[in-house]
C-alpha cells in the first residue's frame, strides 16, 4: 500500500477526506499532537491514540541532537522507539534553526548551527534532513527549508522563499524513491500573495505528495495569516494534502478548515495543560483562578476524556495550583480530546454541508465564554 489522498466531501473552499498510508488512514481535517522529542508530554501513545489523533507529529532538530536518528534507528526507527504504530510526520528542522538566531550561520549549503544542549557544532541541509528523516523512518517528510522571519520586508521575504525553493529541489532529488513514504514541500513567501503564489509554482513544478503553507503562526497575528489563507491554498493542487505548519488555537483551526486546509500541528494543547489552561467549547478556562477551588462540577460536562469523567474543579485546580504531576497529565489528556473533538465536529459538518452552521455555533459558544449555571 502506498501513499494517496481523496477527498470525499467539500463545502466551500472546506474539505474532508482521508490520507492513506501503510501505517494506517488519517482522517482530514486532523489536528497532529507535536511529540518533539519522540513523546507527547504528559500522555501514553495508548492514551493519544484514545483522544482520536490518527498522526502525531516528531522534530528532526531535537531528535538529532538527542538520542541521534542512528540510535533511534538502529532501535527499530522512531514508531518502535516510542512505541507509536500509526503514522508520524516529522519537520525538517528548518523552524528550529530559524529560532536558533546568534547560534546559526546560513548559506547556500545549508545552517550550520551550534546545539543548544552542549555546543557541538552541526550541518543540516536538504540532504541531511531527509537522510535523518530516513533514519527516523517518517511517513510525511518536510522538506529542508527557511522559515521566514516576522517581520520581513519583500526583498527580504523574496530571498528566503526562493533559497528554500532550491533546497525544496535538492530535498526532492535527496529523498528518492520511496514507496509508502511521502514527501511534502513548504510554501514560504511570508504575507506577500505575489511571493506565495511564486512559491507554489515553484513546489508544483517540483512536484510533491503533499504541500505545506509554512511561515504563519511566527507573529503576524490572526487577520494577516487569515489574509494568507484566503488565496495560498488555492494556489496548490486540489488532490494533495494542504498542511498549515504550527496552528494553532481552535479559532485558527476553525478559520484555517474554512479556508481549505487539511492538516494541523501546534504545541499549544499540551503546553497549556502543562501550565493549567484548559481548552473547552467555552474558551480557555485557568485552573488556577480561586473560583474553582470548592467548584465540585466537571471542567467540561460534554467531555468524555479522564479529566471531565473522573474529576471536579476543585481537585483539578487543587492538583495544579500543588504542582502534581497528575494536573499535566489530565490537562494534557483534556486538551487534546477537545482538539479532536473540534476535528470531528469539522469533518462531520462538512460531509453534510453544514460548516456555516457549525462555526457560527462555534463562535457564539466562545463568545457566551465560561459561564456555567450553579
Not at 132 to 157: K, N, W
Not at 210 to 227: H, K, N, R, S, T
Not at 244 to 259: E, F, H, Q, S
Request: with cysteine; net charge neutral; hydrophobic share 40%.
Amino acid at each position: 500500500m502506498g501513499f494517496s489522498f481523496s477527498v470525499t466531501a467539500t463545502d466551500g473552499k472546506a474539505r474532508t477526506g482521508v490520507i492513506d498510508t501503510p501505517r494506517g488512514a488519517i482522517r482530514t481535517p486532523a489536528f497532529m499532537p507535536v511529540g518533539t522529542a519522540a513523546t507527547v508530554k504528559a500522555m501514553l501513545p495508548e492514551s493519544v491514540r484514545a483522544t482520536g489523533a490518527d498522526i502525531i507529529l516528531g522534530n528532526t532538530y531535537h531528535l538529532m541532537l538527542r538520542p541521534g536518528a542512528e540510535r533511534i534507528a538502529r532501535l527499530g526507527g522512531l514508531h518502535r522507539f516510542m512505541h507509536w504504530d500509526g503514522p508520524i510526520l516529522t519537520d525538517s528542522g528548518g523552524f528550529q534553526v530559524m529560532s536558533l538566531a546568534a547560534l546559526r550561520q546560513l548559506s547556500e549549503e545549508g545552517v550550520r548551527f551550534s546545539s543548544h544542549i552542549d555546543g557541538s557544532r552541526h550541518l543540516l541541509s536538504p540532504e541531511t534532513s531527509m537522510e535523518i528523516q530516513r533514519l527516523l523512518g517518517s511517513d510525511i517528510v518536510m522538506a529542508f527549508d527557511e522559515c521566514t522571519p516576522f517581520p520581513a520586508d519583500h526583498a527580504t521575504a523574496a530571498a528566503s522563499m526562493r533559497l528554500s525553493m532550491r533546497w525544496a529541489a535538492r530535498s526532492r532529488d535527496a529523498f528518492g524513491d520511496r514507496p509508502g513514504h511521502a514527501l511534502f514541500g513548504i510554501v514560504q513567501g511570508s504575507v506577500y500573495p505575489d511571493l506565495r503564489a511564486e512559491s507554489a509554482a515553484a513546489l508544483t513544478a517540483i512536484g510533491f505528495d503533499g504541500y505545506a503553507i509554512g511561515g504563519l503562526a511566527v507573529g503576524e497575528g490572526q487577520d494577516a495569516m487569515f489574509q494568507v489563507l484566503d488565496h495560498a491554498p488555492g494556489t496548490l493542487p486540489f488532490d494533495k494534502p494542504r498542511y498549515l505548519m504550527g496552528v494553532g488555537k481552535p479559532d485558527d483551526i476553525v478559520g484555517a478548515v474554512a479556508r481549505g486546509i487539511d492538516m494541523m500541528d501546534c504545541v499549544l494543547p499540551t503546553r497549556s495543560g502543562r501550565t493549567g489552561q484548559a481548552w473547552t467549547p467555552r474558551g480557555p478556562v485557568n485552573l488556577r483562578n480561586a473560583r474553582h477551588a470548592d467548584d465540585p462540577r466537571p471542567l467540561d460536562e460534554n467531555c468524555a476524556c479522564p479529566a471531565c469523567r473522573g474529576y471536579s474543579r476543585a481537585y483539578l485546580h487543587h492538583v495544579v495550583r500543588s504542582d502534581e504531576i497528575i494536573g499535566s497529565m489530565l490537562l494534557t489528556w483534556h486538551n487534546l480530546q477537545y482538539y479532536q473533538s473540534l476535528m470531528a465536529g469539522l469533518r462531520d459538518a462538512i460531509a453534510s454541508g453544514r460548516l456555516a452552521g457549525f462555526v457560527a455555533d462555534f463562535h457564539a459558544q466562545r463568545a457566551a465564554g465560561d459561564i456555567l449555571p450553579v
